[in-house]
């Protein structure tokens, strides 16, 4: 069976929750909401995204399990795509073959990937991917409630 994409379902927002309010996910993210731990912010925004159809919001399974999201959306008139993968998962090769799945559906070029400059593993993913480094960023991080160095990376094919 492998990896597959389909639409995020309600039924599934109690893991995804729980992935992202992991204190080691959202420390190496970086870049996350305001409070992990916030459920209500949580719902909303998994509603919003889920209601705008400009965002192409997928969970990830594996074998027909939930490991994860991906999703494609516009920032200030640019693509970019983000993916959070249930950490138990990690190593997996999960969140690269998800974001090659989302680039087959996703059609839109250039697109977008930031990752904290750090974060060696999502970066990899999006390099896999065939992103390459393009930029550099700093901003206030959430999830490490600092200032992050952050690269900006984008696929043009």
């Given amino acids: 069976m492998g990896t597959t994409l389909r639409p995020v379902r309600d039924e599934d927002h109690d893991a995804l ?7 080691p996910a959202v420390r190496m993210a ?3 909401r305001e409070d992990p731990d916030d459920r209500a912010a949580f719902d909303a925004h998994q509603h919003r995204v889920r209601a705008d ?13 939930l490991v994860g999201t991906v999703a494609a959306f516009t920032v200030e008139g ?11 998962r990690w190593g997996e090769g999960i969140a690269s073959e998800a974001l090659r799945l989302l680039l087959a559906e996703e059609l ?4 977008h990937g930031r990752v904290a400059a750090d974060n060696v593993a999502s970066r990899s993913v999006l390099e896999r991917n065939g992103f390459r480094v393009v930029g550099e960023d700093a901003g206030w991080a959430a ?10 990376l984008r696929l043009d094919g």
């Fill in 108 to 111: 839109q070029r250039p697109v």
């Fill in 30 to 32: 970086a870049f996350t």
């Fill in 53 to 65: 159809p400009a965002v192409r919001h997928r969970a990830i399974e594996r074998d027909g399990v």
């Fill in 78 to 88: 640019e693509r970019e795509v983000t993916s959070w993968v249930d950490p138990a």
């Fill in 143 to 152: 999830g490490r409630r600092a200032e992050v160095a952050e690269l900006v």
């Fill in 17 to 23: 929750f729980a992935w992202q309010r992991d204190p």
